[in-house]
């Protein structure tokens, strides 16, 4: 999925810009309230434009002929998985080392692959856990509703049509089975636009969402990957600490440092995977 997936350099570029403004243009007075209005209009530029250019993905214009029913990296690690694709045998976690007929390699990423699949009844996913190969049947699915929603998100964002594209990515959430950050990113995006107080509960609580979600997307993140992701969560921990949502700030703080203590245990434990070297 191009927009649940997390690609480094992919994605929607432009809603970061907007989530960096989010609640952070502004002290919370009148005064702040009109700047943050004054950046509302070069931020619903910069996501209408970026909105159209990812429309034009290929995703978008030459679709999978199945669906699939994961978020995943660059590093071809999966990140969430949807709950039926999990019953099959997929795992968070797991590293995608094959699909269909072809081999991933640093040239042929996982949405290369899913390409190259024909459309018909079954797929089949090798996956890399502990050092052990794995094999999984999936069955292949209509890709056009979540496909949908998630043009959906773009095509509302395009329009300025801010509330359309908050509901697209509900929508979408519903048809993946749990909330992606990629998505809580393009709401909170969104929301900013519908909402000039800085100081917003509901805008508070969608930032809070979403870094939540990515402290449990980050658990299976690569080093570049990670960083990335580490680096906006703990921005928005900062953020919510200066307009007085602290507690939702030490939450986030306590999680992310109980993510970072996992991390560091497994990174010093001997792996089973060769493709995992503990850090000198």
């Not at 809603?15 to 403004?21: E, G």
Request: aromatic share 6%; proline share 4%; net charge neutral.
């Amino acid at each position: 999925m191009c927009f649940k997936r997390r690609k480094t350099g992919q994605g929607l570029g432009v809603a970061l810009l907007v989530l960096t403004c989010a609640i952070d243009c502004g002290k919370g007075n009148g005064s702040a309230i009109q700047n943050n209005a004054k950046d509302q209009t070069s931020n619903a530029t910069a996501l209408t434009a970026g909105a159209k250019w990812r429309l034009r993905d290929s995703y978008f214009v030459k679709p999978f002929n199945c669906h699939d029913p994961w978020l995943a990296g660059s590093s071809n690690v999966i990140l969430t998985v949807e709950n039926w694709a999990e019953e099959a045998g997929i795992q968070t976690g797991d590293r995608l080392v094959r699909i269909g007929e072809h081999d991933l390699t640093a040239s042929l990423k996982w949405d290369d692959a899913m390409r190259l699949v024909p459309k018909g009844t079954t797929f089949t996913v090798v996956t890399r856990r502990r050092g052990q190969l794995h094999s999984v049947v999936l069955e292949c699915r209509d890709p056009e509703p979540y496909i949908k929603a998630e043009r959906q998100v773009f095509e509302a964002m395009s329009a300025r049509k801010w509330r359309e594209c908050i509901g697209a990515a509900d929508r979408a959430m519903e048809i993946f089975g749990s909330k992606t950050t990629p998505l809580l990113e393009a709401q909170v995006s969104c929301f900013e636009q519908t909402e000039p107080n800085p100081k917003a509960e509901r805008l508070a609580s969608l930032l809070y969402e979403q870094a939540l979600t990515g402290v449990d997307e980050m658990r299976s993140m690569e080093s570049a990957e990670r960083t990335e992701a580490r680096t906006s969560i703990v921005s928005v921990i900062g953020k919510l600490d200066q307009q007085g949502f602290g507690a939702f700030a030490a939450d986030l703080r306590n999680r992310l440092a109980a993510a970072d203590e996992a991390r560091e245990r497994d990174l010093n434990r001997e792996p089973d995977d060769p493709l995992h070297r503990p850090r000198k």
